[in-house]
């Protein structure tokens, strides 16, 4: 694909993106479950012949993917990098609301996956705390990652995190990562990976497989309690009672972004 070639395909994407109603219903994918044309003109307030169009057009740019299963028709991401797309425009668009109101559905808002490390709510006020404690430290003048303090680096070591190793991988070590739904930093880079892993190996939180959302289990807030000194409770939101285990025949959308 030559130079040409290329600005226009940005500029289709960029342009189907942009319409309102399919911003809407694309924004609705975010929690990673497919969802009917039906359900996307409702929510995206057109009729069900325009939301058919919408769908069409963002079809043909392969941004979302139509699945059918008998008499049903359902549509999703056409793969992560269109969720990870919108993130990236969600932080961009950040100084254009500055009266911020977010619209994540409660349970991916308070605890999900962003590429590899946790984001949302949750982790956002992990984030706060590991500065606080003076665990974690602010980037110094011109650079853009975190440092442990040596008490930092014996926290995580009483995670089971080796930082050390860590510190010689050919990505960034820790960094702060915008979190769109909060439009705070959260933890990311490899250190932000490996607390994930660890507290997904450890049983803290549950990984959905049908969407980007992370569930805080009893023994996590337990031992976020006790060794981060946070306390937040798992909201309880239609997400987590409805999904694809409580609709027979909708395909399930994993999202890794």
Known sequence: ?????????????????????????????????????TELAAIA?????????????????????????????YYS??????????????????????????????RLQFARTCYDHMAGTLAVQLHDR????????QPQEGAQEYSLSPAGEGFFAGLGIDVQALATLRRRFACPCLDWSMRRPHLGGALGAALLQEAIRRKWLTQD????????TALGRKELA??????IEE?????????????????????AS
Not at 6 to 26: C, F, G, W
Not at 45 to 65: C, P, Y
Not at 77 to 96: C, K, P, S, T, W
Not at 226 to 231: D, I, L, N, Y
């Open 226 to 231: 006790s060794r981060f000194a946070v306390q």
């Open 45 to 73: 307030d057109v009729s069900a012949s325009t939301a058919s169009a919408h769908l069409g057009k963002l079809k043909e740019l392969a941004l979302v993917r139509l699945h059918v299963q008998g008499r049903h028709r």
């Open 77 to 106: 991401f056409a793969d992560q990098r269109v969720a990870q797309a919108l993130e990236a425009l969600m932080v961009i668009g950040r100084n254009a609301a500055p009266e911020f109101s977010p619209r994540t559905p409660d």
């Open 209 to 216: 497989l049908d969407s980007r959302a992370l569930g805080l």
């Open 1 to 37: 694909m030559n130079a040409q070639q290329h600005d226009n395909a940005v500029s289709q994407v960029a342009a189907a993106i942009a319409e309102p109603a399919r911003t809407k219903m694309l924004c609705a994918l975010m929690d990673g479950h497919a969802r009917t044309s």
């Open 235 to 255: 909201p309880d939101s239609p997400a987590r009672r409805v999904g694809s285990a409580g609709k027979p025949g909708r395909p399930a959308v994993t999202q």
């Open 130 to 137: 590991l500065l606080d404690a003076g665990w974690l430290q």
